[in-house]
């Protein structure tokens, strides 16, 4: 049996987000040729009974989980998501030994306390396309993946964050668009977004773009686009 790269869109919240970065990740993973598995837990009634389900005669490469948002940004309920991710990920653990990962801007803004609260065996911070191939061939081939770009492990207890590599957005190629269930996210009243840029040059106090994303300014190409535009279209 080939092992699988497992992601799971964690994002359970209502109304739902389509998940635009994971799909972007998902897609990267598809373009090498490496084997994929998908579970979004944001229509699933039972998400323990789906994971069990999904997961327990899977033969796992590594699962990544997606932390979109460490807390729901209100002052007034000021609740954290972090609990919930140690939920999953302990959930996750019941059925595979292969190593579970966190990505998502959640993750990237604050890395070493999410790994420390959640339980994850490490992470992806900043882009994630490249780095979640590499990890995947790594951990294939039996390297060592600590050394990678973008990665965040645990070594003797303390948590280590290597440097990050952005990806260059004008060499990847326009996402399918075909991974997860778009036209189900729209029929919930979500907005299916398209990314044009990433970073940003500005240094707003309350904002997490240019912790995850980074300062400088980097644009995907109008035609990439307009393609990626033209493949949620043609799903009907």
Not at 26 to 36: K, N, S, Y
Request: hydrophobic share 40%.
């Amino acid at each position: 049996m080939t092992r699988k790269v497992v992601l799971i869109n964690a994002n359970v919240l209502q109304p739902p987000v389509s998940p635009v970065g994971l799909e972007y990740v998902a897609d990267a993973v598809i373009r090498a040729g490496i084997p994929l598995y998908v579970i979004d837990l944001v229509f699933e009634k039972d998400w323990r009974l789906c994971l069990q389900k999904e997961l327990k005669n899977t033969d796992i490469l590594f699962t990544g989980v997606s932390v979109r948002n460490t807390d729901d940004c209100s002052f007034i309920s000021g609740k954290s998501f972090l609990p919930w991710i140690n939920e999953v990920v302990t959930e996750v653990k019941k059925y595979t030994d292969a190593p579970v990962f966190l990505g998502g801007v959640g993750f990237s803004v604050m890395p070493d306390i999410v790994m420390q609260t959640t339980g994850s065996d490490g992470g992806i911070a900043g882009d994630g396309e490249d780095a979640v191939v590499a990890l995947a061939q790594s951990i294939l081939h039996k390297d060592n993946w600590e050394s990678l770009p973008n990665v965040v492990f645990c070594r003797n207890g303390t948590i280590k964050c290597n440097p990050r590599k952005d990806v260059d957005l004008a060499l990847l190629p326009a996402p399918t668009r075909s991974v997860f269930d778009n036209r189900r996210y729209e029929s919930q009243g979500a907005v299916v977004g398209i990314e044009t840029k990433r970073g940003c040059g500005q240094e707003c106090v309350y904002c997490a773009d240019v912790i995850a994303k980074g300062s400088r300014v980097r644009l995907r190409s109008p035609e990439a686009v307009v393609k990626e535009f033209a493949n949620l279209v043609a799903q009907g």
